[in-house]
């Protein structure tokens, strides 16, 4: 009897079983699970998920179409746990706290840790979010509703207000028997910030210096003076930059009057960067949110905008082709070729572009270094439209046997890559200067110049060459 | 008298005066001490840059243009410390690098963690590598040479070798009394790793739960024996998703044999993941590494390779046009037409191939639910596609008072986005099946079938619909 016929025998046991080699849920226990919820055998999709980590249960629920959603809740029942919530796509999770009862979900909530009941609860619709924070404890809903009240996206939001922060007359033996003796403490924490009488932080000490020194030293002779403070309405992208750049574990957030407020840990930033430079990605193409767990009708919304906004500089590369209606009547190679300018402008565009946003993003790109920058992606375009130009050229030559027309399509090609690579930096560097998010737009006019520039000098100069009237 | 007036009045102490708002250098700082070391005034170019943090100086490199960075370095002397080089750009490391001798490299080198150390030896040429190797204390560099035999970017390369592990025997006392008693282990650690006796990991301690615990408790109970074991020859993206996935604060990187030999921090993974995400952009659009560090020559490379394989898709679909001469001859208002219909299919297949590539790369797409992504784009595809051909079907019907034109231009334009909707997804897929990186040939593939098949399916329907022959 092999163990895939007795139904018994435990098919899934160890993370092998579960798991493919990049980690992902494999496909067949997927299946295994969703079949055992669609034939109502709940005990049989509990005990399969159960040795689940958070994080893949989580997974499990963004893998199961949305209709189905709310059977495998029911199945799974306490395995939707708090931390199942924590580690789940936003848009999975606002289905599934849609379906559940505020009682529930404040419950939830009081599980969380403030960071992660936050993100749960700023999502729901209005009255929804009401009813939660109804039903939470007086001093969490307090916690909650100060964190609601600091911008969406700001250091406000993510901070955890778990911390430990002493005074600096203490040693460390006195330090290590408040943390012994305070039994409602956090647990988890990584730095011991140390404060002021006004609560504002003087000092950082991380708990390995703690742990290597003797009892009797004093924690103001551990701790190091130098830290990064973290504004608490400072933008999470900001507050992912800082970490980058002085290499953080943790960081202390403080409010207007400098008072230590909460700590945001790298483990939270390591989401945020994931986010946020995918979120250029998706910008530029102008697909929005861009997650595939996003309903249809936003998806709808966000890209169709832009591909109307796209309509509208193709049409005005149109207008452009119109004027030269003449000139493709008396030669249709001209109408064969002009797509071709046009494409490789746009695209050495785009390169140009994601080069630029990304250097922006990471402020590699500032005040100090734009002129050079400039001069930069001038001469690379320079150097690539010049190759371009002489291979298209010579194509051009040899098929139309027309080397007038190849003189033409080379001309074009290196002064439209020119073009696009000046464009490509420029814009979204002035776009920057005005407080614009360069990913959103530049593309839209990067590419209506490179289209239009395609065909005005490509149509242009094939007339004055006299190539066609 | 005002500050500004007088050499002597110390312009810039503080970081306010440093740094501008987003946390970068000022221009004006920066113009400061450049024009101090053109002067050859080092002492006050030192002088300005003594107070900047690490990261600070590095940026101040990466600043200035690229013959300068051998004066600044000169300048600077000590400040450019092993820290700042762990900090600076890839390619501007290079630059000072190759300009010391090895002897020095060595010297900083044995003042970086392994993983930075490993990072600036890397990068040399081989010579240049061997004659640092050689300059180095043996212990450090059998260190280094063993970190140099693991694959680039894989977990062996990042990870640091100084860490503290303990067996599972000991009682918290002893493990504080071992920390304080041994002054040659790291101070830099934030977790504890507890392993058996052939030095596999059996668990982890965060620090936090031993300063919160009486000594006479047993390590082992204290320690949480779920972990995640990083295999040390993981791709650093793997890890990266490891440690997102999981909210990891470190981890422990093991050997083939299951032995524990160095420790992956978050501080790292941020650093990974910008790197990463940032990435995919660049490919997608072709534009290779993409720093605005990178030599012009580099760029250039990597850059002409893509239009040039672009060039390739261009031609085809010129050839395509070629085959409708007559019908343009006929026509003229298809060849003003005909590059809406490719430039909105382009661009829609952009949009689902960015959402494609976040959700592949991210570990969000799976077998489980490729099938469902599919569906969904297809359908979003036919909503985008029916209200892009509405708005420039009325548009073509109106300025060419032509209806048939119209239904035309209507119809191959929500044929080509759903083509685009189609293919921005299947393709990115079935290269990620086939172990190829889905964004870096993705796009050439999307591409070339959105411009081929509109111009194909608007002039074949135009000839189909009798408008022109």
Not at 191 to 212: K, M, N, Y
Not at 440 to 465: H, P
């Given at each position: 009897m092999t163990a895939e016929s007795d139904p018994d025998f435990p098919q899934v046991e160890t993370a092998e079983e579960t798991l493919d080699e990049d980690n992902r849920l494999?496909?067949?226990?997927?299946?295994?699970?969703?079949?055992?919820?669609?034939?109502?055998?709940?005990?049989?999709?509990?005990?399969?998920?159960?040795?689940?980590?958070?994080?893949?249960?989580?997974?499990?629920?963004?893998?199961?179409?949305?209709?189905?959603?709310?059977?495998?809740?029911?199945?799974?029942?306490?395995?939707?746990s708090a931390d199942v919530l924590a580690e789940i796509n936003d848009w999975v999770r606002d289905d599934i706290v849609d379906a559940l009862p505020a009682a529930q979900i404040a419950d939830l909530a009081e599980q969380m840790e403030t960071d992660d009941a936050v993100a749960m609860i700023e999502d729901l619709e209005e009255e929804e979010q009401q009813a939660v924070l109804a039903e939470l404890d007086p001093e969490d809903r307090a916690v909650i509703e100060d964190a609601l009240s600091y911008p969406e996206e700001s250091a406000g939001r993510i901070m955890q207000r778990e911390l430990v922060a002493v005074p600096e007359h203490i040693t460390v033996g006195q330090l290590i028997d408040y943390l012994r003796d305070n039994q409602d403490l956090t647990t988890e924490f990584w730095?011991?910030?140390?404060?002021?009488?006004?609560?504002?932080?003087?000092?950082?000490?991380?708990?390995?210096?703690?742990?290597?020194t003797p009892r009797n030293i004093s924690i103001s002779d551990v701790m190091k003076r130098e830290q990064t403070l973290i504004p608490v309405d400072m933008d999470q992208e900001e507050v992912a930059l800082r970490f980058q750049k002085y290499a953080l574990i943790s960081a202390a957030v403080v409010d207007d009057a400098g008072r230590l407020v909460g700590v945001i840990t790298a483990d939270d930033v390591v989401h945020i960067v994931q986010e946020e430079a995918g979120e250029d990605i998706l910008r530029l193409s102008g697909a929005?949110?861009?997650?595939?767990?996003?309903?249809?009708?936003?998806?709808?919304?966000?890209?169709?905008?832009?591909?109307?906004?796209?309509?509208?500089?193709?049409?005005?590369?149109?207008f452009i082709i119109a004027q030269f209606g003449a000139a493709i009547e008396t030669m249709v190679a001209l109408a064969i070729l002009m797509p071709i300018v046009a494409s490789i402008g746009g695209n050495a565009g785009t390169q140009t572009l994601a080069v630029t946003v990304r250097a922006l993003a990471t402020n590699q790109l500032t005040q100090s270094n734009t002129v050079r920058s400039i001069w930069r992606e001038i001469r690379v375009a320079l150097l690539i439209g010049a190759t371009v130009a002489v291979i298209a050229g010579l194509g051009a030559g040899v098929i139309f046997s027309n080397w007038t027309l190849a003189g033409v399509i080379g001309a074009a090609i290196l002064f439209n890559i020119t073009i696009a690579g000046l464009s490509g930096v420029v814009i979204p560097v002035v776009l920057d200067r005005?407080?614009?998010?360069?990913?959103?737009?530049?593309?839209?006019?990067?590419?209506?110049?490179?289209?239009?520039?395609?065909?005005?000098?490509?149509?242009?100069?094939?007339?004055?060459?006299?190539?066609?009237?």
């Open positions: 494999k496909a067949d226990f997927v299946r295994l699970v969703l079949d055992a919820v669609e034939r109502g055998d709940t005990e049989e999709a509990y005990r399969l998920a159960q040795p689940l980590h958070a994080a893949d249960i989580a997974d499990l629920f963004e893998l199961t179409k949305r209709e189905d959603r709310a059977d495998l809740a029911i199945a799974l029942g306490d395995l939707l730095e011991i910030f140390v404060v002021d009488p006004a609560h504002r932080p003087i000092g950082t000490c991380q708990l390995s210096w703690i742990l290597r929005g949110e861009g997650d595939i767990n996003e309903p249809i009708a936003d998806s709808y919304k966000a890209r169709v905008r832009w591909l109307i906004a796209n309509l509208g500089t193709a049409m005005v590369a149109s005005l407080d614009q998010d360069p990913a959103v737009s530049s593309s839209i006019f990067v590419t209506m110049i490179t289209d239009s520039m395609g065909f005005l000098i490509f149509l242009g100069l094939a007339v004055f060459a006299g190539l066609a009237g």
